[in-house]
């Protein structure tokens, strides 16, 4: 938390790895699709355009292209992390689900891969806050919070939005001195592109784009795909070179929009947009605050102002 320097000048410790993106969007391969590896192709391709990571599931990965492998992000399921994996000497960051032995799992790796950057990837469920303070007082670098497509939580969690859930791990960070410590980054049903302002505002640092990259390459969604059906559209077909420039073009739409909010806002960098709920207008709070003492009477009553 604090830089110390040694009598030449010099800092006293080595710093840790960083890696510094232009947009805070990362593509993540969507669950559906009609072919899987055309899609990781596509998400990759659309990742060297836009100089972001695409977070790609390891057991399905296909052999990366040179140019690509400092922006690909593989994403571990528990246990199936290997400290021998070739991967891991050749890409900057990679992703662990969470597991009780996950810290240790991330040590075993820091220790024979120092530069790597790791995100432990939580389920917002009940425990998401207590998890996230956790695993950051352990001293993870990313926390990847996700929930459900719906944006809602997951578990006995599924009533609450994803926005409360970024705001209460956001709070409770600041609350233990330990929000600078570590970046959040959060998915499961951001859509739109005021959904990014929106979940920055609320706490997060970035978030992860998923089924939105599927309606940019013109899928309906109707989950054939899953059903092992022919898809209507035959995103299958879809060159690499054309479904990137769609993802692109979508993130290059939400890259806009997030610029308008922050000139309005008088912001020049969306660093700054992170928590500030003081510039944003909740639906509860205006409820509460405006809506309520208008509709308070019954039905039927007029409140008349004493004479």
Same mark, same amino acid.
């Given at each position: 938390?604090f ?15 960083? +890696?510094?993106l ?9 669950? !559906? ?7 990781? $192709? ?11 990571l ?5 057991d ?10 400092? +922006?690909?992000?593989p ?7 290997h400290? #021998?994996?070739?991967?891991l000497?050749?890409?900057?960051a990679?992703?662990?689900?969470d597991?009780?032995?996950?810290? &240790?799992?991330?040590?075993?790796? #820091?220790?024979?891969?120092?530069? *790597?950057? /790791? ?15 956790? !695993?950051?007082?352990a001293?993870?670098e ?6 459900? $497509?719906?944006?809602r939580?997951?578990?006995?969690? =599924? ?6 859930? %970024? ?11 330990? =929000?600078?410590t570590v ?6 049903? /951001? ?25 940019a390459l013109?899928?309906r *969604? ?11 559209v &035959?995103?299958?077909?879809?060159t ?10 979508l993130?290059g ?8 909010? *922050? ?19 909740? %639906?509860?709070?205006? &409820?509460? &605050? %405006?809506f ?16």
């Open positions: 938390m830089l110390t320097f040694n009598e030449q000048g010099e800092l006293d410790w080595p710093s840790p790895p960083l +890696l510094e232009p947009l805070p969007i990362l593509l993540a391969e969507p669950s !559906l699709g009609p072919n899987p590896g055309r899609m990781q $192709e596509i998400m990759t391709q659309a990742a060297i355009n836009l100089n972001t695409a977070i790609l599931a390891r399905r990965l296909a052999p990366i292209p040179a140019e690509a492998v400092g +922006l690909v992000m994403s571990y399921t528990a246990g199936s992390l400290l #021998k994996d070739p991967l000497s050749q890409v900057r990679l992703e662990i689900l597991h009780p032995g996950v810290l &240790e799992q991330v040590e075993g790796v #820091k220790k024979r891969h120092p530069e *790597l950057i /790791i995100s432990i990837k939580v389920p917002a469920d009940s425990r998401v806050v207590e998890r996230v303070a956790e !695993l950051t007082a001293g993870a990313v926390i990847h919070i996700f929930a459900s $497509e719906q944006a939580g997951l578990g006995d969690s =599924r009533d609450v939005h994803l926005k409360d859930l %970024i705001r209460r791990c956001h709070l409770r960070l600041v609350e233990d001195k330990l =929000r600078d970046t959040l980054l959060v998915s499961g049903g /951001i859509a739109l592109a005021e959904h990014v302002a929106k979940a920055i505002i609320c706490g997060a640092d970035a978030i992860i784009a998923d089924l939105p990259l599927l309606l013109e899928c *969604l109707c989950r054939q795909c899953a059903k092992k059906g022919a898809c209507p &035959e995103i299958d077909q879809l690499v070179k054309r479904g990137a420039q769609r993802v692109v073009n993130i739409a939400w890259n806009n929009q997030l610029l308008e909010i *922050l000139g309005a806002m008088g912001m020049r960098e969306v660093r700054r947009l992170r928590g500030e709920v003081g510039r944003a207008m909740f %639906i509860e709070d205006l &409820e509460k &605050e %405006i309520a003492p208008l509709f308070a009477n019954r039905e039927g009553e007029l409140k008349r102002e004493p004479t």
